[in-house]
């Protein structure tokens, strides 16, 4: 066996602080990438102890991007886009200047070169996709009129960013005064435009060879996949398109590993089976999302905390505050409500991937200084730290904001969303009893209740997909859309007949089961098992029983259920 293995021991080592980290972050009710971070800092080169392979660190980060913007690709959705693209086009665009203005200011105060400054602002005025869909996921605010426009702002940030990562290459030399610097070897401004409009021309090529090609080809591959049931050849074709069109983008049309992962994940977004593919894929995406907060993680030197004092509190000050007061008018200028404008500020106030890949690049350019890139470092790190205390504070306003239901301002404009956010622990409805609950509601699920609804009982479905739980609404039937065990607050368990748990991922399968039970000891609890062990396991956790198949399952429940009188 090799003892020099720097590959295995930062992979190892540094998932497994990041566990312990993010851990303790979660627990503290801060988000885990704050402790990822937080475990790049202790395995780097300014820290005492183990320090990880820096160069092997970058490589895997690369796939870590890679993954991460193809499940940006995966969300992104133009219908959704479109849907407030009144507000969110305009806002996201007019905020991204103003923290660029505020960035190139704070650069200009510290004497750094104007192109230095124009990165290290973009690097602040974007916000982190991870942060943001996970504090609206856990207050269920996704398809809330607010968290459409968060959503929706986010998307055209993310796609002003994804442009500058392809243009900025090309413009550099126009910005940065190098047009001087390589005088003596023939460059002249009509070189630098040339330049730029081959990579222009290289994006666009790609782009129409996605549209033409890929929208045919991969969803065609990603079905014949699926028919041949191999849950596993799913999983590794999925994988084999996102790395492969990212890769093929780079090689072949000289388009970044960045941009090709989204535009995979734009193009499988449009299948039936994008949601499966994001399931399959999360696993490795959060594994090598991981080890990219790591390996940013390890570029960062704290002692900037304590020489660079000030100018890291005005860093913090724009992200968080000049960020979030340009957001909050922006939306009262358009007539929407306060609460609407909390919501989209606090979601806005904090960076993350976007930022780090932005100061990357300018690293990798020659544009940007090592002490911009610690600024923004540390910036991302304090401000994912303080944004979990803005949307506390923005629970204990609610009460408030909710009593004072603000009205629409008179004249033209968007209707003002007026409906409250719903609460994370959304109270049970008053008449639902008598009824069974199910959480998951794919194959498996949606059978079961087709029987169950055969057999006149009445269904309470909880369900992580947005647009099947307003397909059930639509229908008449009762549901809600949830990830967490916490949706079953709202199932009204003390009255419910059963409770059917029908999701295949076996820890969160058991965590329902877990808070099933302590909501109703007496409660018949079935749950979907494929094997032993997993079987074992929820029946620890509280379920009645564990059965295989749908069919087997409904008669299961109907074998617990209350007879009819």
């Known amino acids: ?48 102890g183990f320090v990880a392979d820096q160069s092997m660190a970058i490589e895997l980060a690369e796939i870590g991007i890679i993954l991460l913007m193809f499940g940006v690709g995966l969300h992104f959705s133009f219908k959704d886009l479109m849907s407030v693209r009144a507000i969110a086009v305009p806002g996201a665009l007019v905020q991204i200047s103003v923290a660029t203005g505020m960035g190139l200011a704070l650069a200009s105060v510290l004497g750094w070169p104007v192109v230095n400054g124009l990165i290290f602002g973009l690097a602040l005025s974007v916000a982190s996709t991870v942060v943001m869909l996970r504090a609206l996921q856990e207050r269920r605010l996704l398809k809330t009129d607010q968290g459409r426009i968060a959503v929706g702002w986010l998307v055209v940030e993310d796609i002003v960013m994804v442009l500058a990562l392809v243009l900025l290459p090309a413009v550099t030399p126009l910005i940065d005064g190098s047009l001087e610097r390589n005088a003596a070897y023939g460059a002249n401004v009509t070189d630098v435009l040339m330049t730029a409009l081959f990579t222009i021309g290289q994006v666009a090529a790609f782009v129409v060879v996605m549209l033409i090609v890929g929208q045919r080809v991969i969803p065609a591959l990603l079905h014949y996949i699926a028919h041949t049931g191999s849950r596993e050849l799913f999983r590794l074709g999925v994988l084999a398109i996102a790395l492969g069109v990212a890769y093929g983008a780079a090689k072949l049309f000289g388009v970044s590993f960045a941009l090709g992962a989204f535009f995979a994940g734009m193009i499988l977004s449009e299948s039936e089976l994008s949601q499966r593919a994001a399931e399959e894929t999360l696993p490795l995406r959060d594994a090598f999302a991981v080890l990219f907060f790591v390996s940013v993680g390890m570029l960062f030197n704290p002692l900037v905390l304590v020489t660079q004092t000030w100018p890291v509190l005005a860093t913090v000050a724009i992200i968080v505050l000049g960020k979030s007061i340009a957001a909050f008018a922006i939306v009262r200028a358009f007539r929407y409500s306060t609460g609407t404008a909390l919501l989209i500020s ?16 300018g690293i990798t350019l020659g544009v940007m200084s090592e002490a911009g890139r610690d600024l923004v470092l540390a910036g991302a790190l304090l401000s994912i730290l303080i944004n979990p205390l803005l949307f506390i504070a923005l629970d204990r306003l609610q009460p408030w904001l909710d009593g004072k239901a603000e009205a629409a301002v008179p004249g033209p404009g968007p209707k003002v969303p007026t409906k409250a956010p719903i609460p994370v622990q959304q109270a049970p409805l008053p008449d639902l009893e008598n009824h069974v609950a199910i959480v998951g509601f794919g194959r498996v699920g949606s059978r079961i209740g087709d029987l169950l609804t055969a057999g006149g009982e009445r269904l309470f479905i909880i369900d992580e997909r947005d647009d099947v739980v307003a397909s059930l609404v639509a229908k008449g039937m009762v549901a809600v859309a949830g990830s967490s065990p916490k949706a079953l607050a709202a199932a009204n368990l003390g009255k419910a007949k059963a409770l059917v748990v029908a999701i295949p991922e076996v820890f969160e399968a058991g965590q329902f089961v877990e808070q099933a039970r302590a909501a109703n000891a007496a409660l018949p609890i079935i749950a979907a098992g494929m094997t032993d062990a997993e079987g074992q396991h929820l029946t620890k956790c509280g379920a009645t029983s564990v059965v295989l198949g749908a069919e087997e399952i409904a008669q299961a429940v109907v074998g617990v259920l209350p007879r009819q009188v």
């Open 1 to 48: 066996m090799p003892h020099h293995t720097p590959l295995v021991a930062t992979i190892v080592i540094g998932i497994s602080l990041a566990f312990v980290l993010g851990a303790v972050a979660h627990r503290l009710r801060i988000s885990p990438i704050a402790g990822y971070l937080l475990a790049g800092i202790a395995v780097g080169p300014y820290t005492p």
């Open 346 to 361: 606090a979601s806005l106030a904090q960076i993350g991937e976007f930022s780090f890949i932005l100061a990357g690049l």
